[in-house]
């Protein structure tokens, strides 16, 4: 029986197709085989209203792990997570407020996050913008460097305590192919000399991997590992600042790859068994990827960490 990959009757079946890479169409990707089950763990889905966040909270939440889907915009989080508990039968899908544009909303969510839950097991910094006309976060933070990189730092900052004590427990960063185009530029962080939003997307990206390269050295020994990785090129909103790509990725979405086949990364990283004791590995389609010699670079790496943390007010040690 022939059937289509897309659809949301299909989405996270995982008896649904029979081989690695997903479902004939070349661009599909590598697909998550992993039958782990989750129930009694607790997961972290920054931007999962939407795009690859939401199909990765639907995967988890079959699995019956607790997910709390962190989200600016409430409305549209509690919308997906309803859609989602209807579907799954899974009713810990819990929606919390977390701006990443924001330090306080971060410091907010962090807060209530730690004195309602005891665990953390899975945290997946997802979220992401890309193409932003320039603009600044509210701590005045270029956008791509604040929500993509410098939030997710804070966020993970923040709950770090509670994933060593939950261990073994894992740490998600969805980054990009792009982070091959990107360079940390140290002396405009901000983009205040000039700025392409183009690259500004693909610096915040390699951001991603330099930052979980750092994380995974200082968390050796503590059983909570940091993976990071590149979903494909996703038909998603990603693209909804620019009307060109909006308009390309409309023409040639049969060439992307559907939110559901580019969650299968994340959701890999996320539970698969074979990856247990893995940790500061980029992947791809499931399986380990190359990495540009800049997101290799570890006195950039470490240089970025300290930024960071100065920019951010904080000392992690
Ligand atoms: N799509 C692609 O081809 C690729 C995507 N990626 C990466 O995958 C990740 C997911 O992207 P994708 O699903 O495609 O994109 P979407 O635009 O569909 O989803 C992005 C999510 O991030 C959220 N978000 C944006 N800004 C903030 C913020 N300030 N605070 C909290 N949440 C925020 C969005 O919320 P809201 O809906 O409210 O705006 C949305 O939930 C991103 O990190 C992206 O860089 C990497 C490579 C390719
Ligand atoms: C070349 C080409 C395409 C591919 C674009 C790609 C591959 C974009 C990748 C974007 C990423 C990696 C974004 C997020 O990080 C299209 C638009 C399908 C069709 C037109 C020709």
């Known amino acids: 029986m022939s059937v289509s990959p897309r659809g949301p009757e299909h989405i996270g079946d995982p008896d649904r197709w029979g081989d690695t890479w997903g479902s004939g169409r070349y661009v599909a990707g590598g697909r998550c085989k992993s039958t782990a089950r989750l129930e009694g763990k607790v997961v972290i889905i920054t931007g999962a209203n939407t795009g690859i966040g939401k199909e990765t909270a639907r995967d988890l939440a079959r699995r019956g792990a607790r997910v709390i889907v962190a989200c600016r915009d409430t409305a549209k989080a509690e919308a997906a997570a309803s859609e989602i508990r209807a579907e799954t039968g899974n009713q810990q899908v819990i929606v919390k407020k ?11 969510f962090a807060e209530q996050f730690l004195a309602e839950e005891k665990e953390l097991h899975i945290l997946i910094n997802n979220a992401g913008v890309m193409l932003c006309p320039y603009s600044k976060t509210a701590d005045g933070f270029e956008t791509h460097l604040g929500v993509n990189h410098l939030g997710h730092f804070l966020l993970t900052f923040l709950l770090l305590e509670r994933l060593k004590q939950s261990a073994p427990a894992r740490i998600v960063n969805v980054s990009s192919l792009a982070h091959h185009v990107g360079r940390i530029r140290f002396h405009d962080l901000h983009g205040e000399k000039s700025y392409n939003r183009g690259l500004a997307y693909c610096h915040s990206k390699l951001a991603n991997v330099l930052f979980t390269r750092e994380l995974a050295r200082r968390l050796q020994g503590t059983k909570v590992t940091a993976n990071v990785l590149h979903p494909g090129s996703v038909h998603s909103d990603l693209v909804r600042h620019s009307l060109l790509m909006m308009w390309l990725w409309k023409l040639f979405s049969f060439f992307l790859k559907t939110p559901w086949e580019g969650a299968q990364t994340s959701i890999y990283c996320a539970v698969a068994e074979e990856l247990n004791s893995v940790t500061g590995q980029y992947f791809s389609d499931c399986r380990p990827a190359y990495v ?22 904080i000392q992690w040690d």
């Open 98 to 108: 977390l701006d990443l544009a924001d330090t306080k909303s971060i410091r907010e």
């Open 292 to 313: 540009s010699p800049r997101g290799r670079d570890d006195e950039a790496a470490k240089k970025l960490w300290s930024v960071s943390c100065e920019l951010l007010g």
